[in-house]
Antibody, heavy 121, light 108 residues
Framework: EVQLVESGGGLVQPGRSLRLSCTASGFTFDDYAMSWVRQAPGKGLEWVGLIRRKDFGGPTEYGASVKGRFIISRDDSKSIAYLQMNSLKTEDTGVYYC????????????WGQGTTVTVSS | ENVLTQSPATLSLSPGERATLSCRASQSVSHFLAWYQHKPGQAPRLLIYGASNRAPGIPARFSGSGSGTDFTLTISSLEPEDFGVYYCQKRSNWPALTFGGGTKVEIK
């Protein structure tokens, strides 16, 4: 079964850091780019960032609201994608989903169930 | 900045009715647009890619159309399980991606 499982969410104080993990199974992880998407309470979906496949150089792209604070990485040997969140703000609170990406002409075809991050003092 | 505007914000319909959801881009995105369904407590689900192609396993009552700046998601006859929030997504600047604000389809 193709599956993505997020972990690492929790309560963190503003200004601190947190790292989320996304563990993939049921498919060849190396063949896909991976994205992170979040949803703040009562708000819509917001794209956070993406990491390409290693054979495409593995470069990353980020949304404007997290650029310079969040870092996405991947460990293909473990089939895990990471979201390192630094200098957290209260507005970073929400549910964080990891998703599988193919290319420009497709979409986010596999989603995890999400992990909740709460930034509060 | 290429913004996606979805309308209406809320659509109140009864099962069996036709739903028409709009997504408008401020600049052309060609056919690089996807649609997702999101229900409370669940992960979002890809419905349509490339503006008009149904993702695997998506029922035929869901259809997408449009190109350039104006797109439509149509649900031909609403089923009870179709109620939720629908998002369009601009993919023309991949790997940079953008979601629209969403349309909530609720039971009338």
């Amino acid at each position: 079964e193709v599956q993505l499982v997020e972990s690492g969410g929790g309560l963190v104080q503003p200004g601190r850091s947190l790292r989320l993990s996304c563990t993939a199974s049921g498919f060849t992880f190396d063949d896909y780019a991976m994205s992170w998407v979040r949803q703040a309470p009562g708000k819509g979906l917001e794209w956070v960032g993406l990491i390409r496949r290693k054979d495409f150089g593995g470069p990353t792209e980020y949304g404007a609201s997290v650029k310079g604070r969040f870092i996405i990485s991947r460990d293909d040997s473990k089939s895990i994608a990471y979201l390192q969140m630094n200098s957290l703000k209260t507005e970073d609170t929400g549910v964080y989903y990891c998703t599988r990406e193919v290319d420009i002409d497709y979409g986010m075809d596999v989603w995890g169930q999400g992990t909740t991050v709460t930034v509060s003092s | 900045e290429n913004v996606l505007t979805q309308s209406p914000a809320t659509l109140s319909l009864s099962p069996g009715e036709r739903a028409t959801l709009s997504c408008r881009a401020s600049q052309s995105v060609s056919h690089f647009l996807a649609w997702y369904q999101h229900k409370p407590g669940q992960a979002p689900r890809l419905l349509i890619y490339g503006a008009s192609n149904r993702a695997p396993g998506i029922p035929a009552r869901f259809s997408g159309s449009g190109s350039g700046t104006d797109f439509t998601l149509t649900i031909s006859s609403l089923e009870p399980e179709d109620f939720g929030v629908y998002y369009c997504q601009k993919r023309s600047n991949w790997p940079a991606l953008t979601f629209g604000g969403g349309t909530k389809v609720e039971i009338k």
